[in-house]
C-alpha cells in the first residue's frame, strides 16, 4: 500500500540497509516489536506479562504505547471518534491528530477515568499522548472510529474517482462525510466498546412487589412480583428464601425433667433464576429456566413466614480472571422481603381435653388507706393435647359464634357448631346476653367471619382467636378465653372450638368444630379494706343471685344449719388468722384464726351485691403477724344428708364456697 501510494518515491528505500529495514516493515503487525505481550494467560492480570502464555484473550499491552514497527496506511492523518461520552461539539466528533511524519507515526491510547455512580461524562481531553474518557460504574459506551486523511488525498483514491466521475447531485456532500471519516464506502468504520467493568453489581437488587399465590391444598406458591435492579450491572438475580418453623414434637420430649416446647427448624430455598435484559428495572419475577412464574414448593400446606432475599450477579464476569470470580467477588445481595405464604389446607382438630374456670386479681388505685383488690371472673382456661402448629406458626385456639343470633332461635342441629350461654336455672339473678356478640369476647388477638363451617359451608359464623400457650409441667397446651357477661351469677357456657389459622386463603381458615364441657363463668368481686384502729372495716362488691331455690322453700335458714342472720343469700365470713415470728409466712399452716373475731357478713335485700363491715381486732395488730381471710358462701339445695350445715334430712340445703381472699395486715 505504501508503495502504490507513492511513499517511498522520494528514495528513502535505495538498497541500502536502511531501506531494506524500512521496506520490511510492511511485513510487521502490532504484535511484532519490544514490550509487545502477545499471548497472556486468561488469569494474567493486565500490565503482568504471565509466566505461562497461552493462546487466550484478552491481548494485554503492559507498555504505556505500542511500537509501531509495521507500515501504517501512508493516508492517515489523525483518528476521529463519534460519540465519545461528554463530547460537546455539535457532531458528536472528537478528533485526535497523530504526532510525527510517516512512517514513524506516534500512537496514542485511550485512558478510561472513573467517576462517580450515575455521575454524568466530563468532554474528553487529549494530552500527553493519551486521550482520556470518563465512565461512570457499569457505563458501556460504543464509540466509532474511523481513520482521518488529509483533503489533498482524496483525489488519490479510486473510489473518489468513480464518484466524482458520476457526478451525483450531492457531491459536496459526500466529499464532505467522507472527508470526516462519516462515509462507509470511502473509509469503512468500526465500533469500539468502552467499559467500565464492575465485579459486583454496582447496586443491590431490591424486591419492589411479591406475591405468593396458593390454592386450596397446594402445597407450593406461585411467586409474582418484580424486583428493582441496577440493570447496567446486573446480568441475573437468584432469588432465595429462609424459613423458620415451629415443631411440636412429643417424641422428642425427654424422659424426665420439662420439655423444651416448641422447637424450631429453618429451611433454605433457592427459588429461581432471573435474567436482567439491558436497560430494564424492574424485572417482573421470571424463571429464566421455564419462563413462567416460578413455583416455590414447600412440600407442606401450612403458612410460613418467608423471608426472600435477591441476589444480583454482575454482568461483567467475562472481565475478570476466574480465579478472582468467586459468589462474594461478584454477587450482591439485596435487603430480605418478608411475605406471609398463606396456609392452603384446614387445620387439625383441636384435641380439647377439659377446662376449669380462670381468676384473675389485681390491685386497683384507691385511696390512702384503703386497699382494693379486684378478683376477675368470666374466663376459662381450656387444655388441649399435642402436637399443635398443624396449619403453622401462629395457629390459635378458635371459639365459633353465630353473631347477633338469639341462642333460642338456633336451629337444634346447627347449636352443636356454635358456642351458647345460659343463666343457672337454680338462681334467680341478672339476666345473661342472649346472643353472642363480638363485644363479649375479650383478649381476642384476632377474628374472622364468614361462611368458614365445613360442616355447613352456607353458614355465616364468627371465630375469636386465642393465643395458645405451653404448660411445662402438665406437658399440655392451654388458652386462657374471657367472656363478658355483664352482671350475670355463674351462667353457664358452652364452648364451640376449632384451630384458627388466621393466615389462611378463603376456604381454610378454621378445622372443624370440637364441642366443649358445660362450665360456669365466675362473677367478679371487689373487695377493700381500711385498717382502723380496733378494727378492719371489709367491703365486697359484685354480682350475686336475689332469689333460689333455698329461699323460696326455706322459711327460716338458721333452723337449717345457718346463722341466726343467714338469709339464703350469700354470706361472707371474714377472720384475723395470726402466725408465730417463728414461722413461715408462705406455709398456709402457719396461720391460725382467732375465732374472736371471725364475722358474718349478710346481704340486705335492699342493697344486693354488696357485703359490708367491721372485723374487730382482740389483740394489738402486728404488721405482718396478722392477716385477714375472708370466704363467701352460697346457699343450695343438696342430697348430702349429712352435711354439717344442715344436719337435718328432711331439707337438706348446704354452703359452698364460691369466693376467698387474703389481705396482709
Not at 352 to 364: G, H, M, Q, R, S
Not at 398 to 411: A, I, K
Not at 476 to 504: C, H, M
Request: charged letters at 20%; hydrophobic letters at 40%.
Amino acid at each position: 500500500m505504501a508503495e502504490w501510494h507513492g511513499a517511498f518515491d522520494n528514495g528513502v528505500v535505495d538498497g541500502s540497509a536502511t531501506g531494506y529495514a524500512l521496506a520490511s516493515r510492511e511485513s510487521n503487525s502490532i504484535k511484532d516489536g519490544g514490550a509487545q505481550q502477545t499471548k497472556p494467560a486468561l488469569d494474567g492480570l493486565p500490565g503482568v506479562i504471565p509466566a505461562a502464555p497461552d493462546n487466550s484473550d484478552p491481548w494485554i499491552q503492559p507498555a504505556p504505547l505500542v511500537t509501531v514497527n509495521y507500515l501504517p496506511d501512508p493516508q492517515a492523518r489523525a483518528v476521529a471518534f463519534f460519540g465519545l461520552p461528554g463530547e460537546p461539539s455539535p457532531d458528536g466528533i472528537t478528533v485526535v491528530t497523530f504526532a510525527n511524519s510517516w512512517p514513524d507515526l506516534k500512537p496514542f491510547r485511550i485512558e478510561l477515568v472513573p467517576i462517580g455512580v450515575g455521575a454524568i461524562s466530563g468532554p474528553p481531553t487529549f494530552a500527553a499522548d493519551t486521550l482520556k474518557v470518563e465512565l461512570a460504574p457499569s457505563q458501556r459506551a460504543t464509540v466509532r472510529i474511523n481513520s482521518l486523511m488529509d483533503p489533498g488525498d482524496l483525489d488519490k483514491r479510486g473510489v473518489w474517482q468513480w464518484t466524482d466521475e458520476l457526478g451525483p447531485a450531492n457531491l459536496a456532500q459526500v466529499r464532505t462525510s467522507v472527508i470526516k471519516g462519516r462515509h462507509w464506502a470511502h473509509l469503512p468504520w468500526r465500533d469500539i466498546t468502552l467499559v467500565y467493568a464492575t465485579q459486583k453489581p454496582v447496586e443491590p437488587p431490591e424486591i419492589k412487589t411479591l406475591n405468593p399465590a396458593k390454592s386450596l391444598g397446594n402445597t407450593f406458591a406461585v411467586i409474582n412480583g418484580d424486583i428493582k435492579v441496577h440493570a447496567a450491572s446486573t446480568a441475573r438475580v437468584q432469588l432465595l428464601a429462609n424459613w423458620t418453623d415451629p415443631i411440636d414434637d412429643p417424641a422428642t420430649d425427654p424422659p424426665s425433667g420439662l420439655p423444651t416446647v416448641p422447637t424450631f427448624q429453618t429451611q433454605n430455598a433457592h427459588v429461581c433464576e432471573i435474567e436482567v435484559p439491558e436497560g430494564v428495572s424492574p424485572v417482573p419475577i421470571i424463571d429464566s429456566g421455564t419462563k413462567a412464574e416460578p413455583k416455590h414448593e414447600f412440600n407442606d400446606t401450612k403458612y410460613h413466614l418467608v423471608k426472600y432475599t435477591p441476589v444480583g450477579t454482575t454482568r461483567f464476569r467475562e472481565y475478570f480472571p476466574p480465579s478472582t470470580n468467586t459468589p462474594a467477588n461478584t454477587t450482591e445481595a439485596g435487603p430480605e422481603f418478608d411475605v406471609d405464604v398463606k396456609n392452603s389446607a384446614r387445620p387439625d382438630m383441636p384435641k380439647y381435653l377439659y377446662a376449669v374456670p380462670l381468676f384473675e386479681w389485681d390491685t386497683p388505685p384507691a385511696t390512702p388507706g384503703i386497699v382494693k383488690r379486684l378478683r376477675t371472673g368470666g374466663g376459662i382456661r381450656v387444655y388441649l393435647d399435642r402436637p399443635w402448629f398443624s396449619s403453622g406458626d401462629g395457629e390459635l385456639l378458635g371459639v365459633v359464634f353465630q353473631e347477633g343470633t338469639n341462642f333460642l332461635t338456633l336451629d337444634v342441629a346447627f347449636r352443636r357448631l356454635v358456642t351458647i350461654w345460659g343463666a343457672d336455672p337454680i338462681w334467680h339473678a341478672n339476666p345473661v346476653p342472649d346472643q353472642a356478640q363480638k363485644i363479649h369476647f375479650k383478649n381476642v388477638i384476632t377474628d374472622e367471619s364468614g361462611t368458614l363451617l365445613e360442616e355447613d359451608k352456607s353458614a355465616n359464623v364468627t371465630v375469636v382467636g386465642y393465643k395458645v400457650s405451653f404448660d411445662d409441667e402438665r406437658r399440655l397446651w392451654f388458652a386462657d378465653i374471657r367472656i363478658e357477661t355483664g352482671n350475670a351469677y355463674w351462667p353457664f357456657v358452652r364452648l364451640a372450638l376449632a384451630r384458627f389459622q388466621p393466615k389462611s386463603i378463603d376456604g381454610a381458615f378454621i378445622s372443624q368444630i370440637v364441642r366443649a364441657d358445660f362450665i360456669q363463668l365466675p362473677p367478679d368481686r371487689l373487695a377493700e379494706i381500711t385498717v382502723t384502729g380496733p378494727s378492719v372495716h371489709l367491703k365486697v362488691t359484685g354480682p350475686t343471685y336475689f332469689r333460689s331455690e333455698v329461699i323460696d322453700t326455706v322459711a327460716s335458714i338458721p333452723s337449717f344449719g345457718g346463722s341466726p342472720t343467714s338469709n339464703g343469700l350469700s354470706e361472707i365470713e371474714a377472720v384475723i388468722d395470726e402466725r408465730s415470728p417463728a414461722d413461715d409466712p408462705a406455709n398456709e399452716l402457719s396461720w391460725k384464726p382467732i375465732d374472736a373475731t371471725r364475722v358474718l357478713l349478710v346481704q340486705n335485700p335492699a342493697t344486693l351485691g354488696e357485703w359490708e363491715g367491721d372485723v374487730p381486732f382482740t389483740t394489738p395488730l402486728a404488721p405482718g403477724l396478722m392477716r385477714l381471710t375472708l370466704k363467701e358462701f352460697e346457699w343450695y339445695r343438696t342430697d348430702d344428708a349429712i352435711s354439717q350445715d344442715a344436719p337435718r334430712t328432711q331439707i337438706r340445703i348446704a354452703r359452698r364456697l364460691v369466693y376467698a381472699d387474703v389481705f396482709a395486715l
